[in-house]
């Protein structure tokens, strides 16, 4: 029999995707670890396979997302947050967040927080090439753009008959627009981010993202 686990890095979607997990979607489907923490950073196989029934065969998946939108996204979260560390923040503008704190936070903030995707899947070392080697030994690489259908296809591909009916996402990215200098001062801060995901983008054979 086949389970799966699922590598949550916040601000992907993976709230949708667990809630329709949890209506009874879907089963012996993992995530985070046995204290129920669901953000945990990169673990490897060896270790996730310690957390799911013996005798099962075990297949993993995550999703990655563009960096812009996941940064305002992160940035729409942590101004509703109620974290000791999200109150010196709530009153900051997008600029002025992304210009200061988030810099310094995407390279030094605990990892749960997912400001860097190289951070979140090589949480030992922060190194781009391992955190896509780390990334290249899942079974299954989706998009948050694409939640439905990237989840239906790796459910299809694993050879489960069970499939992904909702395609909402719980996004709070689009609630305002990033211009264009954000966008770019984005680019530069998240550059490492951008090569992991457009990597994967490639893979794919999916535009990349600008």
């Known amino acids: 029999m086949k389970c799966y686990y699922f590598y949550d890095c916040p601000r992907t979607g993976g709230t949708s995707f667990?809630?329709?997990c949890r209506d009874g979607n879907a089963k012996r489907i993992y995530y985070g670890d046995r204290k129920g923490w669901h953000h945990v950073p990169f673990k490897p196989r060896s270790e996730v396979c310690s957390l799911v029934p013996p005798n099962y065969n075990l297949w993993t998946f995550t999703l990655l997302r563009d960096p812009?939108?996941?940064t305002a996204s992160l940035y729409a979260k942590i101004r509703e947050h109620k974290h000791?560390?999200?109150a010196n923040l709530r009153g900051l503008?997008?600029?002025d967040w992304i210009?200061?704190?988030f810099e310094e936070d995407s390279k030094t903030s605990p990892d749960p927080w997912g400001f860097s995707f190289?951070?979140?899947?090589?949480p030992d070392t922060h190194n781009l090439e391992k955190a896509i080697s780390n990334i290249e030994s899942m079974d299954f690489v989706g998009f948050t753009e694409r939640l439905g259908e990237d989840v239906n296809l790796m459910l299809r591909e694993s050879g489960s008959?069970?499939?992904f009916n909702n395609r909402k996402l719980n996004s709070k990215a689009r609630n305002f627009i990033?211009?264009?200098?954000e966008k770019e001062i984005i680019k530069r801060v998240r550059s490492d981010d951008y090569k992991l995901v457009n990597n994967f983008r490639t893979i794919r054979n999916l535009p990349k993202y600008e």
Not at 118 to 122: M, Q
Not at 178 to 181: A, C, N, Q, T
Request: with cysteine.
């Open 18 to 20: 667990k809630k329709w």
């Open 68 to 70: 812009v939108e996941h």
């Open 84 to 86: 000791s560390y999200c």
């Open 93 to 95: 503008s997008f600029n």
């Open 99 to 101: 210009t200061g704190p």
């Open 118 to 122: 190289v951070r979140f899947y090589d």
């Open 161 to 163: 008959k069970t499939f």
């Open 178 to 181: 990033v211009s264009d200098s």
